[in-house]
Every structure is written in structure tokens, then in C-alpha cells.
């Protein structure tokens, strides 16, 4: 058993698996992103591969994938609301919208969301620059649990 942490409704796996619901074998095809950011691709890539495999599926891009998954981030803001005594920003807001969209192999649209989500980040101000890249991973978390609790809806 899983708890969400969209809702916190239990997900009963074992359940899911004696109906045949988690038959469907899942690949990332893209996560787009237009943002300057080096590392938001990556973060982001892992942590919708996460929710994936979390929900249960299978994660694999080959001849026998069911399903693609599509995450394009429409807007990344990530703003600097706190800072140190060496004047370092070490405190983030961060906020994104993005669209989660899931197709079947003739390209039909199974599912289409659009995701908001908001977090702040505190870090230790010694950092620069890693310490916006914590942020935007921060925010990944938080989508990652989100689409967890979309693909756990997703018959």
C-alpha cells in the first residue's frame, strides 16, 4: 500500500495488479523546457520517471511500450526572496506550470493535465548557484508527487 501525498488516498497496488491495471509498460518520451537553467531537463526527467515507477508501471522505451508520457514546463520562475549576510541569495521561490500529457501508441490522447505548482527553498547562502538548482529540484518533488497521484487515477 502507498499513500499519495496529493489527497493522501490510499493506493492498493496488489488490488490494481489482480485486475490487470498495471499491465501498460510507460516511457518519458520528452520533458521540454525552454529555460537557460543546465540541469532542469534532468531534474525533471527523474523525477517523472519516479512517479512512473512509483505508480507502479513499468518504465521502458522499446517496440512493446503502451503508453508515452509528455511534460512540457510552460513557465519556471525561480526568484531570489532571501538573503545572507555576505549578501547571497539562500532563500527561493519557485514556482512552474506545466503539462503533463500521456498518449497510447496511435497517438491518441489518454490524458492531458495542467500542473501548478509553488515551493519555497532554504538553503545555507555558501553555495550560489547549487543552491538555485536545489530549488528547481524542490519543485520537481513536489510535480513528482503530483503526477504520482494522476497516474494512480489513470485506468
Keep these: 500500500m502507498f499513500v499519495s501525498s496529493c489527497g493522501y488516498r490510499a493506493t492498493d497496488f496488489t ?13 518519458v518520451r520528452s ?8 540541469t532542469a531537463v534532468d531534474i525533471f526527467y527523474r523525477y517523472v520517471s519516479q512517479a ?10 522499446s517496440k512493446w511500450t503502451d503508453r508515452y508520457v509528455y511534460l512540457t514546463v ?11 549576510i555576505s549578501q547571497r541569495a539562500y532563500i527561493y521561490k519557485v514556482s512552474g ?9 496511435e497517438k491518441n490522447v489518454i490524458l492531458s493535465r495542467e500542473i501548478w505548482e509553488t515551493v519555497q ?7 550560489a548557484d ?8 524542490e519543485l520537481a518533488r513536489l510535480v513528482e508527487a503530483r503526477i504520482f497521484s494522476i497516474l494512480t487515477e489513470l485506468e
Excluded: H, W
Design 74 to 84: 510552460k513557465r519556471l520562475d525561480v526568484k531570489p526572496i532571501g538573503y545572507s
Design 130 to 137: 547549487i543552491e538555485r538548482r536545489y530549488a528547481i529540484e
Design 97 to 105: 506550470i506545466m503539462e503533463l500529457t500521456v498518449e497510447d501508441k
Design 121 to 127: 527553498y532554504i538553503g545555507s547562502g555558501l553555495s
Design 15 to 27: 488490488e490494481k495488479k489482480a485486475e490487470g491495471k498495471l499491465q501498460d509498460i510507460f516511457c
Design 31 to 38: 520533458v521540454d523546457i525552454n529555460t537557460p537553467e543546465a
Design 52 to 61: 512512473v515507477l512509483s505508480a507502479g508501471y513499468r518504465l521502458e522505451c
